[in-house]
């Protein structure tokens, strides 16, 4: 069965650090592009970022409201996405979902297979 | 690129058809997704590239359109449509989605 799971939310100071892991099962993670999405209280979906596969060069696209604040990684040795959050602001709190595509043809851009979320809350 | 979503509610009847509108602030060719997200749920994908039903969805659930103007069909809604439905472009950088259509039951 394919799977992601996120892991690592929870309560911050505002200026703070946290590390999301996303652990894939079910499919060839090391093939996959995996994004991130996340979704304030209430609010609608907002794209976060992604990173490539190794074999279509690792390289990394963020959202602007987080570049230079958010890191995105990956372990295909451990099947795991990570994402890397510094500084961080009260606006930053959301459930943050991983997800990718098994979509030919969508260069990866329609998302599929999501994880169930993991929230994360910036206090001030 | 912007996505404007209309209305922001529906509120109908289980068998009811439902109309969701999605206008894109520029042309997306055919590249924009539908998703169904309920409480407490990841988003789940429903039509993509305008008109192509995902892998296991109803064929009640039909999308159309194109460059701008694109539309979400739900022939006849059953008991579990009931939820917040968003769309999505991939044409341009960044990815972006809309505002979302909760439908209600009436």
């Known amino acids: 069965e394919v799977q992601l799971a996120e892991s690592g939310g929870g309560l911050v100071k505002a200026g703070g650090s946290l590390r999301l892991s996303c652990a894939a099962s079910?499919?060839?993670?090391?093939?996959?592009?995996m994004t991130w999405v996340r979704q304030a209280p209430g609010k609608g979906l907002e794209w976060v970022g992604r990173i490539k596969s190794k074999t279509d060069g690792g390289t990394t696209d963020y959202a602007a409201p987080v570049k230079g604040r958010f890191t995105f990684s990956r372990d295909d040795s451990k099947n795991t996405l990570y994402l890397q959050m510094n500084s961080l602001k009260t606006e930053d709190t959301a459930v943050y979902y991983c997800t990718t595509s098994s979509i030919v043809g969508t260069n990866g851009n329609v998302f599929d297979i999501w994880g169930q979320g993991t929230m994360v809350t910036v206090s001030s | 690129i912007v996505l404007t979503q209309s209305p922001a509610t529906l509120s109908l009847s289980p068998g009811e058809g439902a109309t969701l509108s999605c206008r894109a602030s520029q042309s997306v060719s055919s590249y924009l997704a539908w998703y169904q997200q309920k409480p407490g749920q990841a988003p789940r994908l429903l039509i993509y590239?305008?008109?192509n039903r995902a892998t296991g969805i109803p064929a009640r659930f039909s999308g159309s359109g194109s460059r701008t103007d694109f539309t979400l069909t739900i022939s006849s809604l059953e008991p579990e449509d009931f939820a917040v439905y968003y769309c999505?472009?991939?044409?341009?950088?960044?990815?972006?989605f809309g505002g979302g259509t909760k439908v209600e039951i009436k």
């Open positions: 999505q472009q991939r044409s341009n950088w960044p990815l972006t």
């Open positions: 590239d305008a008109s």
């Open positions: 079910g499919f060839t993670f090391s093939n996959a592009w």
